[in-house]
C-alpha cells in the first residue's frame, strides 16, 4: 500500500475494537492503583536522591516557597479552591518538625509524612480521565460540527462523522506507514511525539490517531487550558492530564515525569511534545526538553525487568497555512530575543472561540491541513519492523535489550540512559525535518522575508521590522525567479527524502504565489502578503512573515536566492 495516498481508505477501523479495553480506561478505571504507583515511584526516588532528613525538609521548603509565590502572584481560575489552605497546612507541619530540637536525626516519619502529602496532592492535581461515553457522544456529534464547517448539510443517513470522509480528508491530510504504526500498537506501547506550534495541535493529532485506527492517547495539557468551558470538560474527560508550567519544584516535576513513565509501563498509548510548548518562532524544533523524553527510555529498562514488552517512538509534524496563535507567538519570540530592542503589541491568547473559528476558516477555504507520521523507532532511535524488531543501519536485526544490561543483568545507569534519550532526541529532530511538508505559504513567505532582507542587509532585524510600507515592497520578477529556485532546491530535497511537499508545491510558480496570498492571511486583520496596485509583493506584517518563513529555516535554502 503506498504511504502518501491513503486518504481514500480512512478512517480505518480500530485496531482494538473493545474500547474497554483501551489502556486509557483501564488508566481511569484503576486511576488509584495508578497514583499509589506513581508516588511510590517517586518516593523510591527522592530517598535515593535526598538521603538526610536535612536535605530532604530543605526541599519541602523550597516547595513551599515556590508555591506561597505562586498563590500571591499568578492564581488561575482552574486552581483547586482549598490551594490556600492546603499550602498554609504543610507550613504549619514543616514549623511543627523544627520544633523538636533534634529533628535532624528524629524526624524521618513527619519528614515523609508531608511529602506523601505534597505528592498525592499533586498526583491528583495532574491525572487525568477517560470517559467512554463521552468519547462516544463526540463521534456522535461530529458529523454535524464538521458539516457547519463544511458549509453542508448532515442527511439522515449519514450517522456518523465518517459519512463525511471525503470532504474532510480533502482538507485534513495523513501520511505515514498507517499499516505499521497500527501492528506495532498490538504488540507494544505506542509513544506519539509531534512538533507543536498550536493550542489546536492536541485535538488536530487525535483525530490523526483516531482515523488510522488507533486507540485514545494520554497526553499532557496546560492547566490553564481546563479554566475554560467546554474545552475543559472535553480534555477532562478524554485522556488529557494537567500541566501546570508555573510549578518548577524538583518535587512537582519529579512526580510529572514518573506519572508518563508509569502511563507507558501500564501499556497505555501516549503523546507529548518533545519541544517542551509551542514553538514561539515558528520553526521546526531543533531542541528538545529531555526530562520527558527520558521518560520512554526508563519505562523501556523496567518493561525488559518485568513484562518484555517494546515501546515504540513515533514522531509526527502538524503542517498549517495560517495559525490563530502566530502573533502572540511571534511576539513572545522577539521579546526574548531582542529585549528592549523590541516593543511587542498585545498578546493574543487563545480561546475556545477562536480554536473554532480556526477549524470554520481551515474547512471552508481551499486550504489544507497535514499531520504525516514519521517512520517509527525503538526507544534508542532504530527504525523497527512489523514484528517490532530494532533495525541497525547496516539493515541487521538485533535486540536493544543488551544496550541495558551488564553482565546479562538490566542495571539501571542514569548517566548512560540519559545518553540513550539524547540519541532519541536527535533522531526525532532528524524525523522532523524529513517529514516537514512544504505549504505554499511556506515558500512564499520564506522567499518573501529572505529578499526584503536582502534588500535591506544593513538592518539587523529589529529594524527591519520596523520598515515603512514603501520600503517593503519586492519587485515581483525578482520574486518570482527566486521562488523558481528555492523550489527546485526543494523538489531536490524532497527526492533525497530530506523533506516533504504538498501537491500545490508541484504546479506552476503563479500558482503556488496566489495559493499562498489566499490562505496565509485568513485569520489576521493585516495581509502578511498581497500584491500592491504596480503588481509588486509586500506585506503589513513582518512579524508574521517571519513567523511562516521560519518553518523552512534548517534546510540551507537561503544559498540559492
Known amino acids: 500500500m503506498e504511504l502518501e495516498n491513503k486518504n481514500a481508505l480512512l478512517p480505518l477501523p480500530y485496531v482494538e475494537q473493545d474500547i474497554y479495553k483501551w489502556g486509557l480506561y483501564q488508566l481511569s478505571l484503576h486511576k488509584d492503583e495508578f497514583l499509589n504507583e506513581v508516588v511510590e515511584s517517586v518516593i523510591d526516588k527522592i530517598k535515593g536522591q535526598y538521603p538526610t532528613n536535612k536535605v530532604l525538609y530543605e526541599e519541602l521548603a523550597s516547595a513551599l516557597y515556590q508555591e506561597r509565590i505562586r498563590l500571591s502572584t499568578s492564581r488561575w481560575k482552574s486552581d483547586p479552591k482549598d490551594d490556600k489552605d492546603f499550602w498554609n497546612n504543610i507550613k504549619g507541619a514543616l514549623i511543627k518538625i523544627k520544633k523538636n530540637k533534634n529533628w535532624e536525626q528524629e524526624e524521618e516519619k513527619n519528614i515523609h509524612s508531608v511529602l506523601k502529602k505534597i505528592l498525592y496532592r499533586y498526583a491528583y492535581e495532574i491525572v487525568g480521565n477517560f470517559n467512554p461515553s463521552v468519547f462516544a457522544s463526540v463521534q456522535k456529534v461530529l458529523p454535524y460540527i464538521f458539516s457547519f464547517f463544511l458549509k453542508s448539510k448532515v442527511s439522515n443517513s449519514q450517522k456518523s462523522f465518517w459519512s463525511l470522509k471525503k470532504p474532510f480528508f480533502d482538507k485534513f491530510q495523513i501520511t505515514g ?12 506501547s505506542v509513544i506519539v511525539v509531534p512538533t507543536h506550534c498550536s493550542n489546536v495541535d492536541s485535538p488536530i493529532i487525535g483525530w490523526a490517531l483516531n482515523a488510522i485506527g488507533l486507540e485514545a492517547v494520554t497526553y499532557g495539557a496546560g492547566v490553564n487550558l481546563f479554566g475554560t468551558q467546554p474545552l475543559s470538560y472535553l480534555m477532562g474527560n478524554l ?32 503523546l507529548f511534545y518533545p519541544g517542551g510548548t509551542r514553538s514561539r518562532s515558528g520553526s521546526i524544533e531543533n531542541k528538545l526538553k529531555l526530562g520527558l523524553l ?5 519505562a523501556q529498562q523496567n518493561n525488559f525487568l518485568n513484562n518484555g514488552k517494546k515501546i515504540f517512538v513515533i514522531p509526527a509534524v502538524l503542517n498549517y497555512h495560517f495559525n490563530i496563535e502566530a502573533t502572540s507567538l511571534i511576539n513572545q519570540h522577539l521579546k526574548e530575543l531582542g529585549k528592549e530592542k523590541y516593543v511587542s503589541e498585545n498578546f493574543e491568547y487563545s480561546t475556545t472561540y477562536k480554536m473554532l473559528r480556526t477549524f470554520k476558516q481551515l474547512m471552508s477555504s481551499n486550504s489544507e491541513l497535514i499531520v504525516s507520521f514519521g517512520k517509527p523507532m525503538d526507544v534508542i532511535g532504530h527504525r523497527v519492523n512489523h514484528l517490532g524488531e530494532s533495525i541497525s543501519p547496516n539493515g541487521s536485526i538485533f535486540d536493544i535489550k543488551g544496550y541495558f544490561e551488564i553482565e546479562n543483568k538490566i542495571v539501571f545507569d542514569e548517566q548512560r540512559n540519559f545518553e540513550y534519550t539524547k540519541i532519541l532526541g536527535d533522531k526525532i529532530i532528524t524525523s522532523y525535518y524529513q517529514n516537514n511538508t512544504v505549504l505554499s505559504s511556506n515558500i512564499v513567505s520564506f522567499v518573501m522575508f529572505e529578499l526584503t532582507q536582502r534588500k535591506h542587509k544593513n538592518l539587523n532585524l529589529f529594524e527591519l521590522l520596523l520598515l515603512p510600507k514603501e520600503d517593503r515592497t519586492i519587485d515581483y ?9 528555492v523550489k527546485a ?13 504538498s501537491e500545490k508545491i508541484e504546479e506552476s510558480i503563479e500558482s503556488i504565489l496566489q495559493h499562498a496570498i489566499d490562505n496565509i492571511s485568513l485569520l489576521n486583520s493585516k495581509k502578511i502578503i498581497y500584491l500592491d496596485s504596480d503588481g509588486n509583493l509586500n506585506s503589513e506584517d513582518l512579524r508574521l512573515l517571519l513567523f511562516y518563513h521560519n518553518r523552512l529555516k534548517g534546510y540551507g535554502l537561503e544559498k540559492y536566492l
Request: avoid cysteine.
Open 177 to 188: 506507514d498507517f499499516d505499521l504504526i497500527r501492528e506495532l500498537s498490538k504488540i507494544g
Open 239 to 270: 485522556g488529557a492530564y494537567k500541566i501546570d508550567r508555573r510549578k518548577k519544584n524538583k518535587i512537582y516535576l519529579e512526580i510529572l515525569k514518573n506519572y508518563s513513565q508509569t502511563a507507558i509501563q501500564r501499556n497505555t498509548p501516549s
Open 294 to 298: 527520558s521518560t520512554a527510555v526508563e
Open 477 to 485: 520578477s525578482i520574486f518570482i525567479e527566486s521562488l523558481k529556485k
Open 489 to 501: 532546491q526543494i523538489l531536490a530535497l524532497h527526492q533525497q527524502e530530506k523533506i516533504k511537499i
